[in-house]
């Protein structure tokens, strides 16, 4: 087996704002196109931060509001409408792509990861064939069902999102023997903070949070995903 000369064999992404555009947070972009309660909205999310509830339990009571006001796969999907991949989202993920594939036929290791709070309709409506670029993807995932597939009727929620997404790193790192120190995060939030912290490298793109841009080996400021590349590179 060919030894590996890259530096880094396990970049990991963060979903809303990094690969995909025109959202914060999927689950803001959902309530605020489908009309739920506002303030128990809010309540439900200070719960959450104050350790009242935990994140399954935050993430059912946000599809109980969607449910009362009659959210149905359709509705959630035309809400998604507005989303669109980051520009040079594609361009990067086609190199990473061909980078990996490369690697492979040297029998050398490199792996992409999305690890996020997001929902799989968002990732799907922006990128259906993610499955061709990622090895491991952590995300949320809506269920619906009835004999029309319209029904929402739960969600399977991720356990890596927060403090957490620095579990993921580590369990596919641990699970592909790959170092802490080869390993990339892109992310652009709050809940980027604790798995930027442990990267071997951690980039701020598209930031919207002055503690994660502060912590970060790199800030990349212009709204293009290809600028990352030369930080992996």
């Not at 040079?88 to 990861?113: D, W």
Request: charged fraction near 30%.
């Amino acid at each position: 087996m060919m030894k590996n000369d890259m530096k880094y064999k396990l970049i990991c992404f963060d979903l809303d704002g990094t690969i995909i555009d025109e959202t914060i947070f999927i689950w803001q972009t959902l309530h605020d196109a489908l009309g739920s309660d506002k303030k128990k909205r809010k309540q439900y999310a200070e719960d959450f931060v104050n350790k009242k509830i935990t994140y399954r339990q935050w993430a059912e009571h946000d599809l109980e509001l969607w449910r009362e006001v009659g959210a149905t796969r359709t509705k959630m999907i035309q809400a998604t409408d507005g989303l669109r991949l980051m520009p040079g989202a594609l361009e990067t993920l086609n190199e990473l792509k061909r980078l990996k594939e490369k690697a492979k036929e040297e029998g050398n290791c490199l792996k992409l990861a999305i690890i996020s709070g997001s929902l799989n309709i968002a990732l799907e409506k922006v990128l259906p064939n993610y499955k061709d670029y990622f090895d491991d993807v952590y995300i949320n995932h809506l269920i619906f069902d009835g004999k029309d597939g319209e029904n929402l009727a739960g969600i399977r929620s991720t356990t890596f999102d927060f403090e957490n997404k620095a579990d993921a790193l580590k369990e596919i790192a641990a699970r592909e023997n790959i170092l802490l120190s080869e390993c990339v995060f892109i992310g652009d939030h709050d809940n980027d903070i604790h798995v930027a912290e442990i990267a071997g490298l951690s980039i701020a793109f598209n930031c919207k949070s002055e503690r994660l841009a502060q912590i970060a080996d790199v800030v990349v400021e212009k709204k293009d995903l290809r600028e990352i590349l030369k930080y992996i590179l």
